[in-house]
């Protein structure tokens, strides 16, 4: 069985959605995985300041894929 499931950022956003949208993706709680991700960053030298704007411009959003 083939999942058609994509990677997108959500309408349901605090910043850019990539959080909401990757919660969407793995059937989760957004505010779980905001958590997660600000809890990380901080654990990591902050390397997540630097990932969150790239995965902003690559995840497109949801409402340009319904369009085609």
């Not at 959605?17 to 901080?42: H, Q, S």
């Amino acid at each position: 069985m083939s999942s058609n499931k994509r990677l997108t950022r959500s309408a349901d956003k605090v910043i850019g959605g990539v959080c909401g949208g990757f919660a969407e993706y793995i059937d989760a709680d957004p505010t779980l995985v905001r958590v997660g991700y600000a809890v990380l960053t901080f654990f990591t030298a902050f390397s997540g300041i630097l990932l969150y704007p790239i995965l902003w411009l690559i995840i497109p959003e949801k409402n340009r894929l319904e369009r085609f």
